[in-house]
């Protein structure tokens, strides 16, 4: 499964959202209604699955389904 399609199955089980409305431009809050505690959640989810920390400060930098899976790919992770 590619690190793609695992962000997307994590955040459609987060967020309650269809898996369609998930694309690279999505923005997690605007477009698909995560509040801050989603945020929050959503986070630590993508930690536990992925096996790293992720700062306050980076999360609040992952804005869309696109910086999310930039973002881990900066971290190594690509799958």
């Not at 699955?49 to 992952?62: A, H, Q, V």
Request: hydrophobic content about 40%.
């Amino acid at each position: 499964m590619s690190l793609e399609n695992r962000i997307s199955e994590i955040i459609v089980s987060r967020l309650n959202v269809k898996a369609e409305e998930v694309t690279a431009t999505a923005n997690l809050k605007d477009d698909l209604g995560a509040d801050s505690l989603d945020m929050v959640d959503l986070m630590m989810d993508l930690e536990d699955t992925f096996n790293l920390k992720i700062s306050d400060e980076e999360g609040n930098n992952l804005q869309t389904v696109g910086s999310v899976v930039e973002f881990l790919k900066s971290k190594g992770i690509e799958a």
